[in-house]
């Protein structure tokens, strides 16, 4: 059981999900919480991160670090993608054995599993048939992460799990008009759009391709749960995070598009890649152990919007 007062690491507390993770668990009044901005600390130097967790022995690890992107930048950036998301994984996950931690979670991607995966995607469909091409650095990456920590339970008896959420979206996310994911791109582009009173935005790809968007808070609950009550066998290789539901990119524009009060056109930019013709999570294993989402998409665009506005508006979005 996680005593209040044990050690944890939250690798990447200032993206996305680790501030998801860094907020759940002050929530639940987790009260030794360590952690290092990018600067202090490189994830990608093996002696800067051995270093580290020798100092700092934490008990509990949870692994949401690394460089993220849509699938524009993972296009055009695939060498960094696959740098950064190896060396990371591989340098806490063998700090973490050498150190001793006693739980390590590791937060994976649902772009792992093979672009013509039986839908919803079993976690079994690992690795049964090639990758979907535009992601296809980032996944190979993620697919070694969680296959190390795999075998180091086997050989070191460690007990490192895995977990692979769906697209997430919610506060603090990157919100660059050409890097960032689909949603925090929309809420960029209709927001800018409203206020500068233009007529029409142009978006990405035919809007065809179905996705399933989960709220980071949902998932930071999700993680700290599997933490708490369970160990790496019981969750097999690697345990889908999702909502079990997905949406067009054409209907989450028109979604998003209201929440904004933008009243222009949308028009679609064919050269752009659609990426993943469908990528839904088959949740069943996760919803049989106890965890379900709470924040319907409503709701997160609301809060996600909100976030952006505020960020908007003190200037501390950059370019
Ligand atoms: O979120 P996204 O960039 O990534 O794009 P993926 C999802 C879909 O939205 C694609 C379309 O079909 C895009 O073509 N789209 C439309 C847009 N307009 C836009 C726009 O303005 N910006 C963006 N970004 N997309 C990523 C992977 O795949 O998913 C990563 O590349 C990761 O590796 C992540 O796994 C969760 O869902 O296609």
Same mark, same amino acid.
């Given at each position: 059981?996680?005593?209040?007062?044990?050690? !944890?690491?939250?690798?990447?507390?200032?993206?996305?999900?680790?501030? %998801?993770?860094?907020?759940?668990?002050?929530?639940?009044?987790?009260?030794?919480?360590?952690?290092?901005?990018?600067?202090?600390?490189? @994830? +990608?130097?093996?002696?800067?991160?051995?270093?580290?967790?020798? %100092?700092?022995?934490?008990?509990?690890?949870?692994?949401?670090?690394?460089?993220?992107?849509? !699938?524009?930048?993972?296009? +055009?950036?695939?060498?960094?993608?696959?740098?950064?998301?190896?060396?990371?994984?591989?340098?806490?996950?063998? =700090?973490?054995?050498?150190?001793?931690?006693?739980?390590? @979670?590791?937060?994976? =991607?649902? &772009?792992?599993?093979?672009?013509?995966?039986?839908?919803?995607?079993?976690?079994?469909?690992?690795?049964?048939? #090639?990758?979907? #091409?535009?992601?296809?650095?980032?996944?190979?990456?993620?697919?070694?992460? @969680?296959?190390? &920590?795999?075998?180091?339970?086997?050989?070191?008896?460690?007990?490192?799990?895995?977990?692979?959420?769906?697209?997430?979206?919610?506060?603090?996310?990157?919100?660059?008009?050409?890097?960032?994911?689909?949603?925090?791109?929309?809420?960029?582009?209709?927001?800018?759009?409203?206020?500068?009173?233009?007529?029409?935005?142009?978006? $990405?790809?035919? /809007?065809?391709?179905?996705?399933?968007?989960?709220?980071? *808070?949902?998932?930071?609950?999700?993680?700290?749960?599997?933490?708490?009550?369970?160990?790496?066998?019981?969750?097999?290789?690697? !345990?889908?995070?999702?909502? /079990?539901?997905?949406?067009?990119?054409?209907?989450?524009?028109?979604?998003?598009?209201?929440?904004?009060?933008?009243? /222009?056109?949308?028009?679609?930019?064919?050269?752009? #890649? *659609?990426?993943? #013709?469908?990528?839904?999570?088959?949740?069943?294993?996760?919803?049989?152990?106890? $965890?379900?989402?709470?924040?319907?998409?409503?709701?997160?665009?609301?809060? +996600?919007?909100?976030?952006?506005?505020?960020?908007?508006?003190?200037?501390? !979005?950059?370019?």
């Amino acid at each position: 059981m996680m005593d209040l007062q044990d050690k !944890i690491y939250v690798a990447g507390h200032q993206g996305l999900v680790g501030s %998801a993770i860094l907020r759940r668990l002050q929530e639940e009044g987790y009260g030794n919480i360590v952690f290092k901005s990018h600067r202090e600390l490189d @994830l +990608t130097r093996q002696s800067e991160v051995e270093a580290f967790f020798l %100092a700092e022995r934490p008990r509990y690890v949870f692994l949401g670090a690394g460089l993220v992107g849509g !699938i524009l930048a993972n296009t +055009t950036y695939p060498a960094e993608f696959f740098y950064s998301n190896l060396a990371v994984a591989l340098n806490v996950v063998h =700090s973490s054995y050498l150190a001793g931690v006693k739980k390590l @979670l590791f937060l994976g =991607s649902s &772009c792992i599993y093979p672009r013509e995966a039986p839908q919803p995607i079993p976690e079994e469909a690992l690795l049964t048939s #090639p990758l979907e #091409p535009t992601n296809e650095a980032y996944a190979l990456a993620k697919i070694a992460g @969680l296959k190390m &920590c795999s075998h180091y339970n086997r050989q070191y008896g460690t007990d490192f799990l895995s977990v692979m959420p769906t697209n997430l979206y919610g506060p603090n996310d990157h919100y660059h008009p050409e890097k960032s994911h689909v949603l925090p791109a929309l809420l960029r582009k209709f927001h800018e759009a409203k206020e500068t009173g233009a007529s029409e935005v142009l978006l $990405w790809g035919s /809007g065809s391709p179905l996705r399933e968007f989960l709220y980071v *808070d949902d998932l930071a609950e999700a993680v700290v749960f599997l933490m708490e009550n369970f160990s790496a066998p019981d969750l097999g290789e690697t !345990i889908n995070i999702g909502t /079990g539901e997905e949406i067009s990119i054409r209907d989450l524009a028109e979604r998003v598009r209201r929440v904004v009060g933008f009243e /222009g056109e949308i028009s679609w930019d064919s050269t752009k #890649p *659609d990426g993943m #013709p469908r990528k839904l999570l088959d949740v069943h294993r996760i919803l049989s152990l106890g $965890w379900s989402p709470k924040v319907s998409l409503s709701e997160g665009l609301e809060g +996600t919007y909100r976030d952006f506005k505020a960020r908007w508006e003190a200037g501390t !979005i950059v370019s």
